[in-house]
């Protein structure tokens, strides 16, 4: 249930890892995470990239845990010096880290395969797997009926993640097939494609906007033309239409419609039906 | 300068737009800023991606300005009702929106060309003009002298810049040609490439970790093999090493490589150069 009866759940997600902020790697989980809680009725409140340091990913994860109804962390879980989520969601809840019993035995058996078997590559996997192995004391610990030995760990609303992105792709499939990240609320969107500037449509736009206060409308210039290039029609501007109540984004795009120059128009733009923005 | 004597300059990145966060767009721009500003010296400490709304752009704004250095805004620029960053600025320090004359004079000379010219039109491109020629009381407006007509704006440590990442990316770049941007300390860093399990280095690595506190080492396993079929080698594992010490960064790396089995060293990787991470 959300936290305000009648708005959306909301959700924050904090992303955490040096290489983000260092610009080495190009963050993909936080755009993913967004669009497939979009999808399902959220609205995505913030995104924060936070660096690997125990204090700041705890005061990032404190602040959205009491700002929105869902939180998603997602890096900084592994063996090394620089995994530090665990601890910086436990410093966030004031709650130690515990050794989780089931999490150190899955990770034995699966760490364990095609590691050295000298006494220090054991000793070694064996200082990895305790690591991995602690948990926010108060976790919930969930494990995949597929055999994956990763737990889904969570902590109050927090949901923790990992950061390959398509380990972490998995995870919230696998997640979110219970329907637990969906809301009772969804969305209706719709979009309009244009030939023309912002400036060409303003006085339409702001009277529709003021008309439909209930409708979310956003007003999108398209950078590049070529890539319009493989359809016949050049679009400058995508304007997109929002809201819980379908009915209203239906009338909200027909009322631009009809109030725009007929030479602005793609010839099916008329048309109730449209796609969602790419 | 920076604020802490002895250390990098610090940033932070607001980025402004509902797209973002529905996941209808992927963000580049805060990636380009990351990697722009690390390859001058500069160290990011926040990245936030906030939505189109007034007091919680305000909000990241004054927490970012306050904690770093410099603050980049990208997005929420131009003529709609949707684009608030100037506003979301301007409240961020509680001064008000002023017009400046030559923004609005160099507005209508764009914004005018190719627009309608009926009596409507002109209105609406007069009304997106003076809205866009509004900006926070005090704000720096810098003029490229190549002529073209968008200014750099700037108010106290925070740079406003556009969305589209094209333009962004130009803006940027003429913002910087003046080593505004560089740090007066620079970065020196070094990789690693490992064909390892993280696990498998977990000894070496931890010792050398403990050995340089001065260099900050990261430990990335690579997602997708497939990446490096281009090479005959098959690397699992990314470690890089950074400090503003390069005498330090250099012995770290060496001091790593000459712990581990050979075994898991890359022909070249004994030497002392090497790339920087993609």
């Known amino acids: 249930q959300p936290r305000n009866p009648g708005s959306p759940r909301s959700a924050g997600v904090v992303v955490i890892g040096n290489e ?10 936080a755009r993913h995470i967004c669009k497939e809680l979009h999808s399902r009725g959220f609205k995505v409140t913030s995104v924060e990239v936070v660096p690997d340091e125990i204090e700041v990913i705890a005061a990032s994860v404190r602040r959205a845990s ?15 010096h620089d995994d530090l989520t665990m601890e910086g ?15 150190l035995r899955m990770l034995g058996e699966h760490l364990g395969k095609g590691t050295s078997v000298t006494d220090e590559g054991l000793a070694a996997a064996s200082t990895a797997q305790h690591k991995m192995a602690q948990v ?61 500037a912002e400036v060409d449509i303003l006085t339409s736009l702001s009277d529709t906007v003021k008309t439909f ?27 997109t239409f929002e809201s819980l109540d379908a009915e209203q984004v239906v009338k909200a795009r027909q009322h631009l419609v009809d109030s725009l120059p007929a030479n602005l128009l793609k010839p099916e733009a008329a048309e109730a039906a449209d796609t969602e923005v790419a």
Chains 1, 2 share one sequence.
């Open 20 to 29: 983000i902020l260092s610009g080495k790697v190009q963050d993909v989980n």
């Open 66 to 80: 009491e700002a929105c109804d869902l939180v998603f962390t997602t890096g900084g879980l592994g063996p090394t």
């Open 89 to 103: 969601v436990a410093a966030a809840f004031g709650c130690p880290l515990v050794e989780d019993p089931r999490f």
């Open 136 to 196: 926010p004391e108060g976790s919930k610990m969930e494990w995949p009926p597929d055999g994956n030995p990763w737990p889904l760990v969570s902590m109050r609303n927090v949901y923790i993640f990992v950061g390959m992105p398509s380990e972490f792709q998995s995870m919230f499939a696998r997640a979110a097939a219970d329907g637990r990240f969906d809301g009772a609320l969804q969305w209706t969107t719709a979009a309009l494609q244009l030939d023309a």
């Open 213 to 239: 206060p209930k409708v979310t409308i956003g007003s999108y210039p398209s950078e590049d033309h070529r890539e319009m290039s493989s359809s016949a029609w050049c679009c400058r501007l995508t304007i």
